[in-house]
């Protein structure tokens, strides 16, 4: 069976959000097609401690971390400036090169998977520098680039936005080297691969590997959390300053949408879960508003929610929003862009709309409308289940394994 090292920045068990989950069913399904290592780039702090690590360790042949994520300070603003040093020095990217060059050597590894390798540019280019024949998979979550500059319309801040066209200019530099230098780049969605095809040689060389759930982790019969208010909008993510694309969001339904839907129904309420909603938005919370920071699991309010929201502005990639509300047979209001790069139509799998009165429209004709509500549910609920499971993302990988054991 081959090989497969896999690499991540990114790893947390239980899935705190979409980066976590995307990382969570990729090693499941690599796990099933490959004899799998894990080189975690998370201290067993970040990933959950010792449940999370033997989660993990149950799931692969062995399972180590890396030298740079030893000794990480809690306090987020030090490990900034420990990022930023670590940029400018490479003295961890070296660490954490050799730590994996004895892997490969040590269980004969036939495939370094990077996990989020949009985010792995200094790490890919120290590999391939030092093995020059193994086989590099840049797996990718994202646009990155996209997503940076798709934050322009919304900063007026000059020095901001003269600092995000930097930092994206910079990020398709670093893209269009990572196709480069890797055998395969994967993508989530035709759209994004359309972009990787676009700034490459290497047309044959991107591959889909999409967003996916497994559908085993979503039970339905889930006790609401107590008091529960309904009828109720639900919206989740990871949140952070006021530029974030999620703070954006949530901002735009509480300022805009919210009273629209309030008065056509006066007892609508909403929930904003997820990481750091607590501190970023608490200044929101009322009568008709929740807030509530992380917490294990976010199904219990989910799959109680009369409609969830993907409000986005920006972002680049697939939403995890979408496919878990599908799943838990939860109607969906998306904005175009929100909905970006899944194969979901307008009035079959969810509602789309963008601009306030229209989204305020959709939310209040899903809640008003059970016969249409149960229509859309159905319908995504199959879409997913066919095509963004486990076993799909399987099928996947095997293509890309087949694609790389012949080159």
Known sequence: MIKILFTTPILEHPPAGGPELRIHNSIKALA?????????????????????????????????????????????????????????????????????????????IDIIWFGYGNISYQLIYSIRIA?????????????????????????????????????ANRKVWEEKAMIQL???????????????????????????????????????????????????????????????????????????????????????????????????????????VTIIGKIPSVLPFLCHANVSLVPLMFESGTRFKILEAAVCKVPIVSTTLGAEGLPVVNGQHLLIADGDENFASAIVEIIHDQIKAAYLVENCYKLVEKKFSVESLVVEANKIINKLVQT
Not at 131 to 154: A, G, H, M, Q
Not at 236 to 245: E, L, R
Request: proline share 5%.
């Open 182 to 288: 890797c055998n395969i780049t994967t993508a989530v969605s035709e759209i994004d691969a359309g972009y990787y095809q676009s700034i490459s040689h290497k047309i044959n060389q991107v591959y889909l590997f999409p967003n996916v759930i497994d559908l085993k982790d979503y039970s339905l019969n889930l006790a609401p959390p107590s008091n529960l208010k309904t009828p109720c909008m639900f919206l989740s993510g990871s949140f952070g300053n006021k530029y974030s694309s999620m703070n954006i969001a949530a901002n735009w339904v509480l300022d805009k949408i919210l009273p629209l839907v309030q008065s056509q129904i006066p007892d609508i309420h909403f929930y904003i879960v997820g990481k750091n909603a607590d501190i970023a938005l608490s200044d929101a919370a009322s009568e008709s």
């Open 32 to 108: 099933k097609v490959s004899e799998l290592y894990i080189f975690s780039r998370c201290n067993r702090r970040d990933i959950g401690g010792f449940d999370a690590e033997n989660y993990f360790i149950n799931l692969c042949h062995s399972f180590n971390y890396s030298p740079s994520c030893k000794r990480v300070p809690k306090n987020r603003y030090f490990r900034k400036i420990g990022i930023l040093f670590n940029t400018l020095t490479w003295y961890h990217t070296f660490r954490d090169t050799l730590s994996i060059l004895k892997i490969i050597d040590r269980k004969g």
């Open 131 to 167: 093995r020059p024949n193994i086989k590099i998979v840049c797996d990718t979550d994202s646009i990155w680039s996209r997503f940076i500059l798709r934050e322009l319309p919304y900063t007026k801040n000059i020095i901001r936005r003269g600092l995000l066209r930097l930092k």
